[in-house]
């Protein structure tokens, strides 16, 4: 069934937080997506099967440069990290200009800041923690055993949810954190974020610290932005990381994710990134 006018709509398919095609997070995106009606945006997105298939669209908010909808296989988010920056992408390369000097989304959670860094990346603004702390005991006994970990092998521990339900644990090296074998079903359809310090002997310097995202759908995820941005914030105040630092994710998946956080002030902002790696239209 084709879209309400029998136009083709513009679509894209980019890698984000990777400089290199099929090394990041792959995401959908649709432009001009207004007549477009919710079944119709959950039918495709479930048809990619990619964690996210977003739709660009008219704002609705005063101040707002665009509108965006963002879908799983099963489910609209109102925000997530690597849909944002791979829409706005997209946005910008289809002639969208800012009205400000940062580029601003329109989403279910709200109004999100987005700027382009010196190098081309996009940034998004971090959201505040719903959520932080270290975990209970019992919940981090049962991460470890999820995440096949000796107890003593946790270094640190912090709930880091900004919307998802991320809770994080930080090992002592990259190494393990790239030996981790979750258990999913010990797991119990929480949301882990592992993370561990490179050695800039041993792994190099064009990171500082490794990092895996095991979802509550059972699978891991290759790089993602939610779970960064939550991360900086308990890493970076808590001293464990620097104001400004590179993370590798997607390793263990053949991926070569990189994304870049920088505080300024009391904010934290997120990015890399952005890959075009095919473009056409599509017909809905």
Sequence with gaps: MPNQDGTRLPFQQVDVFASQPLRGNPLAVVVGADAL????????????????????????????????????PSAELPFAGHPTLGSCHVWLASGGVPRGGD??????????????????????????????????????????????????????????DNGPGWLAVLLRSRAEVLAVRPDYAALGGLRV?????????????????????????????PVTGSLNASLAQWLIGSGIAPPSYVASQGTALGRAGRVQ??????????????TSCIEGTVRL
């Design 103 to 160: 580029i601003i989304q329109e989403c279910e959670a709200g109004l999100i800041r987005i700027r382009r860094g010196a190098a081309g990346q996009l940034f998004f603004a971090a959201p505040p923690l719903r959520r932080g702390g270290p975990l209970e005991p019992g919940l981090l006994a049962k991460v470890a055993r999820g995440l096949g970990l000796a107890p003593d092998a946790v270094v640190a521990s912090s709930w880091v």
């Design 37 to 72: 009606g919710d079944e119709r945006m959950a039918a495709f997105a479930n048809w990619t099967n990619l964690s996210e298939t977003t739709f660009l669209l008219q704002p609705r908010q005063a101040g707002a440069d665009y509108r965006l909808r963002i879908f799983t």
């Design 261 to 274: 956080v920088e505080r300024d002030g009391a904010e934290i902002w997120v990015g890399g990134a952005v």
């Design 193 to 221: 974020g592992v993370a561990g310090a490179w050695d800039e002997m041993a792994d190099g310097a064009e990171a500082q610290f490794e990092v895996r995202a095991f979802t509550a759908g059972g699978y891991e995820d």
